[in-house]
């Protein structure tokens, strides 16, 4: 099983940026597809990004034009670029490897 530990949550006023990160344990990193996802008081967790193994990227359509999803596989490292940041995105954002699920890092957009 791989180990997640998210980081780079915080608060930002409308409009701004964050960048999240995800560092999981062990070189089986690169053989799982990774994912970002969100679960904001009161609703159920959903997917926000995707990526491949081999790199390949898919958004919900909340996001798109807005967030990017990236990895670095010799740091066993994935991120989320997250601009144009609304209200609505405020939420926990978790990193996600298979059955694996890091402990989530709060993001808030407020002004």
């Known amino acids: 099983q791989v180990q997640l530990v998210e980081s780079g949550g915080g608060l930002v006023q409308p409009g701004g940026s964050l960048r999240l990160s995800c560092a999981a344990s062990g070189s089986i990193f690169t053989v799982y597809a990774m994912g970002w996802y969100r679960q904001a008081p009161g609703k159920q967790r959903e997917l926000v990004a995707v990526?491949?193994?081999?790199?390949?990227?898919n958004y919900a359509n909340f996001v798109k034009g807005r967030f990017t999803i990236s990895r670095d596989n010799a740091k066993n490292t994935l991120h989320l670029q997250m601009n144009s940041l609304k209200p609505e995105d405020t939420a926990v954002y978790y990193c996600n490897a298979g059955k694996s699920w890091g402990q989530g890092t709060q993001v808030t957009v407020s002004s």
């Open positions: 990526i491949t193994s081999g790199g390949s990227t």
